[in-house]
């Protein structure tokens, strides 16, 4: 069975720094990564994807995760932290062996709080 | 596009009351799915489609039933409340194959209270 872990519930960082939010995951065959943000009362937002190819991959708003096979990990980065990255972080995994139906799993959610 | 929809963004029910929470899409997508928010939990996937007339379940179905009649519409329906089922209600929904399928587009959410 697939299952993603988000270790740190909460994550405080000074605006300035770099941020990381860390993600670690379990599938049976190759697996499909995403990052989602959820702002305060809104639904989740796509922020990056990894299917294959290059293990560092760029999304929105200046953030990065880099693909980690043999740690199976999946970890979001950004190398400058802003007061409005404060959110919540959600790291979800689909098992790239199943069908186009397969489903996608969520973590638990990590809470990016960015100080001034 | 108004993206992924969903009516109400709040309600408050009584243990043993139902209700539909509506969720709809004008993006023709195959795939739509529900998952309910809860504290420390994540997103928990409760039902799914993959089409019209095609549903099937998630990790938590139990105490809700879904229906596909329209690729636009999948209405989630508690048939009696009950308060472990405060939370709060997303739908999703995605194209079921190639390159865009990977992006799951959320809607704003339901707030459901049961006392």
């Known amino acids: 069975a697939q299952s993603v872990a988000q270790p740190e519930d909460q994550v405080n960082v000074a605006e300035g720094n770099p941020l990381t939010v860390n993600c670690t995951y379990s599938v049976s065959g190759n697996p499909y990564l995403f990052w989602y943000v959820q702002y305060p009362n809104r639904g989740l937002q796509f922020l990056l994807k990894y299917i294959t190819g290059d293990n560092l991959v760029k999304g929105s708003y200046g953030f990065e995760a880099e693909f980690n096979k043999s740690q199976t990990s999946f970890h979001l980065k950004k190398p400058s932290a802003l007061v409005s990255d404060s959110a919540l972080y959600f790291c979800a995994v689909r098992d790239s062996r199943g069908s186009s139906a397969s489903k996608i799993i969520f973590g638990s959610g990590t809470r990016l709080s960015i100080r001034p | 596009n108004a993206g992924v929809t969903q009516t109400p963004k709040f309600q408050v029910l009584k243990t043993g009351q139902s209700m539909t929470l509506q969720c709809a899409q004008d993006m023709n997508h195959e795939y739509m799915s529900w998952y309910r928010q809860d504290p420390g939990m994540g997103l928990r996937l409760i039902h799914y489609?993959?089409?019209?007339?095609?549903?099937d379940q998630g990790e938590v179905p139990n105490g809700y039933n879904v229906s596909r009649s329209t690729t636009e519409d999948f209405p989630l329906r508690l048939l009696s409340a009950a308060p472990s089922q405060t939370s709060v209600y997303f739908c999703a929904s995605r194209e079921l194959a190639g390159g865009s399928s990977y992006e799951q587009y959320f809607g704003p959410g339901t707030r459901l209270t049961v006392t």
């Open positions: 489609s993959v089409g019209a007339g095609i549903t």
